[in-house]
Protein backbone atom coordinates (compact mmCIF):
# COMPACT_ATOMS: atom_id res chain seq x y z
CA UNK A 1 0.00 0.00 0.00
CA UNK A 2 2.91 2.32 0.49
CA UNK A 3 4.82 1.90 -2.45
CA UNK A 4 1.85 1.36 -4.63
CA UNK A 5 0.95 -1.24 -7.30
CA UNK A 6 3.93 0.10 -10.30
CA UNK A 7 6.81 0.38 -7.46
CA UNK A 8 6.34 -2.75 -5.99
CA UNK A 9 5.83 -4.96 -9.14
CA UNK A 10 8.81 -3.16 -9.86
CA UNK A 11 10.52 -3.62 -7.27
CA UNK A 12 9.96 -7.48 -6.88
CA UNK A 13 12.81 -7.40 -10.05
CA UNK A 14 15.08 -4.29 -8.80
CA UNK A 15 15.42 -5.42 -5.11
CA UNK A 16 14.00 -8.68 -4.58
CA UNK A 17 15.74 -8.38 -0.65
CA UNK A 18 13.67 -5.63 0.12
CA UNK A 19 10.49 -7.65 -0.68
CA UNK A 20 11.90 -10.38 1.24
CA UNK A 21 12.69 -7.78 4.36
CA UNK A 22 8.96 -6.67 3.94
CA UNK A 23 7.00 -10.56 4.12
CA UNK A 24 10.01 -10.83 6.81
CA UNK A 25 8.42 -7.95 8.99
CA UNK A 26 5.08 -9.20 8.20
CA UNK A 27 5.24 -12.30 9.41
CA UNK A 28 7.25 -11.36 12.83
CA UNK A 29 4.75 -8.53 13.46
CA UNK A 30 1.59 -10.34 13.07
CA UNK A 31 3.28 -13.60 15.22
CA UNK A 32 3.78 -10.88 18.12
CA UNK A 33 0.37 -9.79 17.34
CA UNK A 34 -1.29 -13.25 17.64
CA UNK A 35 1.10 -14.63 19.96
CA UNK A 36 -0.61 -11.77 22.41
CA UNK A 37 -4.29 -12.38 21.60
CA UNK A 38 -3.84 -15.74 21.48
CA UNK A 39 -2.62 -16.43 24.95
CA UNK A 40 -5.91 -14.55 25.50
CA UNK A 41 -8.47 -15.54 23.16
CA UNK A 42 -7.29 -17.44 19.98
CA UNK A 43 -9.59 -16.48 17.36
CA UNK A 44 -12.00 -18.79 15.33
CA UNK A 45 -11.30 -17.13 12.23
CA UNK A 46 -8.20 -14.96 10.59
CA UNK A 47 -8.90 -13.74 7.23
CA UNK A 48 -5.62 -12.11 5.83
CA UNK A 49 -6.25 -9.76 3.03
CA UNK A 50 -3.93 -8.61 0.10
CA UNK A 51 -6.17 -8.04 -3.06
CA UNK A 52 -3.44 -10.25 -5.33
CA UNK A 53 -5.61 -10.43 -8.13
CA UNK A 54 -7.51 -8.05 -10.65
CA UNK A 55 -9.81 -9.03 -13.19
CA UNK A 56 -7.61 -10.19 -15.87
CA UNK A 57 -5.11 -12.30 -13.04
CA UNK A 58 -2.93 -11.81 -10.65
CA UNK A 59 -0.51 -8.85 -10.57
CA UNK A 60 2.92 -11.44 -10.37
CA UNK A 61 3.01 -14.81 -12.14
CA UNK A 62 2.89 -18.09 -9.81
CA UNK A 63 6.71 -18.55 -10.01
CA UNK A 64 7.45 -14.41 -8.42
CA UNK A 65 4.74 -15.86 -5.83
CA UNK A 66 6.11 -18.59 -5.28
CA UNK A 67 9.36 -17.52 -4.32
CA UNK A 68 7.72 -14.12 -2.88
CA UNK A 69 4.84 -15.11 -0.83
CA UNK A 70 4.85 -18.76 -0.81
CA UNK A 71 7.17 -19.37 1.92
CA UNK A 72 6.17 -16.28 4.37
CA UNK A 73 2.42 -17.66 3.88
CA UNK A 74 3.18 -21.29 4.94
CA UNK A 75 4.98 -19.64 8.07
CA UNK A 76 2.54 -17.47 9.37
CA UNK A 77 -0.41 -19.79 8.82
CA UNK A 78 1.84 -22.35 10.41
CA UNK A 79 2.39 -20.41 13.60
CA UNK A 80 -1.54 -19.15 13.65
CA UNK A 81 -2.18 -22.90 13.57
CA UNK A 82 0.25 -23.45 16.25
CA UNK A 83 -1.34 -20.89 18.46
CA UNK A 84 -4.45 -22.20 18.15
CA UNK A 85 -6.55 -20.22 15.16
CA UNK A 86 -9.43 -22.29 13.64
CA UNK A 87 -9.06 -21.58 10.53
CA UNK A 88 -7.08 -19.37 8.50
CA UNK A 89 -8.79 -17.50 5.14
CA UNK A 90 -7.72 -15.08 2.51
CA UNK A 91 -9.32 -12.20 0.66
CA UNK A 92 -8.24 -11.85 -3.05
CA UNK A 93 -10.81 -10.11 -5.77
CA UNK A 94 -10.23 -10.49 -8.91
CA UNK A 95 -9.18 -13.91 -10.95
CA UNK A 96 -7.35 -15.82 -8.67
CA UNK A 97 -7.12 -19.32 -10.46
CA UNK A 98 -3.12 -18.94 -11.32
CA UNK A 99 -2.22 -18.93 -7.81
CA UNK A 100 -5.17 -20.89 -5.84
CA UNK A 101 -3.45 -24.10 -6.07
CA UNK A 102 -0.37 -22.07 -4.01
CA UNK A 103 -2.67 -20.02 -1.55
CA UNK A 104 -3.88 -23.81 -0.68
CA UNK A 105 -0.59 -25.43 -0.80
CA UNK A 106 0.91 -22.13 2.31
CA UNK A 107 -1.92 -23.12 4.05
CA UNK A 108 -4.79 -21.01 3.17
CA UNK A 109 -8.35 -22.52 3.90
CA UNK A 110 -11.04 -20.14 3.26
CA UNK A 111 -11.14 -17.56 0.79
CA UNK A 112 -13.26 -15.29 -0.59
CA UNK A 113 -15.08 -13.64 -2.33
CA UNK A 114 -15.03 -15.43 -5.92
CA UNK A 115 -16.01 -12.46 -8.85
CA UNK A 116 -17.90 -13.77 -11.05
CA UNK A 117 -16.96 -11.24 -13.87
CA UNK A 118 -13.33 -12.23 -13.33
CA UNK A 119 -13.99 -15.91 -14.13
CA UNK A 120 -14.34 -17.18 -10.90
CA UNK A 121 -16.91 -20.30 -10.88
CA UNK A 122 -17.12 -21.14 -7.19
CA UNK A 123 -19.05 -24.63 -8.41
CA UNK A 124 -15.50 -24.91 -11.02
CA UNK A 125 -13.30 -24.22 -7.83
CA UNK A 126 -14.76 -26.33 -5.13
CA UNK A 127 -14.30 -29.11 -7.42
CA UNK A 128 -10.99 -28.30 -7.83
CA UNK A 129 -10.03 -27.85 -4.04
CA UNK A 130 -12.77 -29.92 -2.10
CA UNK A 131 -11.19 -28.94 0.82
CA UNK A 132 -11.29 -25.16 0.69
CA UNK A 133 -14.16 -23.20 2.37
CA UNK A 134 -15.52 -21.04 -0.08
CA UNK A 135 -17.42 -18.17 0.57
CA UNK A 136 -18.83 -15.59 -1.80
CA UNK A 137 -18.92 -16.41 -5.29
CA UNK A 138 -22.58 -15.55 -6.17
CA UNK A 139 -22.57 -12.88 -8.64
CA UNK A 140 -23.49 -9.41 -7.29
CA UNK A 141 -25.03 -8.62 -11.03
CA UNK A 142 -27.69 -10.51 -11.01
CA UNK A 143 -29.51 -8.68 -8.41
CA UNK A 144 -29.62 -5.08 -10.21
CA UNK A 145 -31.59 -7.26 -13.13
CA UNK A 146 -34.36 -8.94 -11.47
CA UNK A 147 -35.94 -11.22 -8.70
CA UNK A 148 -35.78 -13.82 -11.63
CA UNK A 149 -32.38 -13.36 -12.13
CA UNK A 150 -31.47 -13.73 -8.68
CA UNK A 151 -33.46 -16.83 -8.55
CA UNK A 152 -31.56 -18.07 -11.70
CA UNK A 153 -28.20 -17.43 -9.83
CA UNK A 154 -29.35 -19.13 -6.64
CA UNK A 155 -30.62 -22.54 -8.24
CA UNK A 156 -27.73 -22.87 -10.27
CA UNK A 157 -24.84 -22.69 -7.50
CA UNK A 158 -26.59 -23.08 -3.99
CA UNK A 159 -27.94 -26.49 -4.24
CA UNK A 160 -24.52 -28.28 -5.17
CA UNK A 161 -22.21 -26.17 -2.99
CA UNK A 162 -23.89 -27.12 0.05
CA UNK A 163 -24.36 -30.95 -1.02
CA UNK A 164 -20.66 -29.98 -1.20
CA UNK A 165 -20.22 -28.21 1.72
CA UNK A 166 -17.42 -25.94 2.74
CA UNK A 167 -19.81 -23.08 1.44
CA UNK A 168 -20.91 -19.90 2.64
CA UNK A 169 -23.40 -18.14 0.23
CA UNK A 170 -23.11 -14.43 0.16
CA UNK A 171 -22.00 -12.00 -3.22
CA UNK A 172 -18.94 -11.94 -5.14
CA UNK A 173 -18.47 -8.67 -3.76
CA UNK A 174 -20.19 -5.49 -2.65
CA UNK A 175 -23.23 -4.67 -3.49
CA UNK A 176 -23.19 -2.15 -6.71
CA UNK A 177 -25.23 0.68 -6.10
CA UNK A 178 -27.55 -0.05 -8.95
CA UNK A 179 -29.10 -3.07 -7.02
CA UNK A 180 -33.05 -1.77 -6.37
CA UNK A 181 -33.51 -1.99 -2.90
CA UNK A 182 -36.22 -4.54 -3.29
CA UNK A 183 -33.91 -6.94 -5.02
CA UNK A 184 -31.98 -7.16 -2.57
CA UNK A 185 -34.30 -7.20 -0.06
CA UNK A 186 -35.22 -10.26 -2.44
CA UNK A 187 -32.11 -11.94 -2.35
CA UNK A 188 -31.74 -11.85 0.87
Known amino acids: NLMGDDRLLVTYYDDPDLIHRIQRDWVDLYTGIFTRLCAVAPPDYVLIWEDMCYVA????????????????????????KDLGVGVVGLDTDGNAWK??????????????????????????????????????GLDKRALAVSKEAVDAELEAKV??????????????????????????????
Do not use: C
Not at 64 to 75: G, H, I, S, V
Not at 112 to 126: C, K, L, N, T
Open 57 to 80: GPLIGPKTFAEFQLPYYRELIGRL
Open 99 to 136: LLPLYVEGGVESMMPFEVQAGMDIREVGAAFPRLVMIG
Open 159 to 188: PGLYRRGGFIATLDHSVPPDVPWENFRYYM
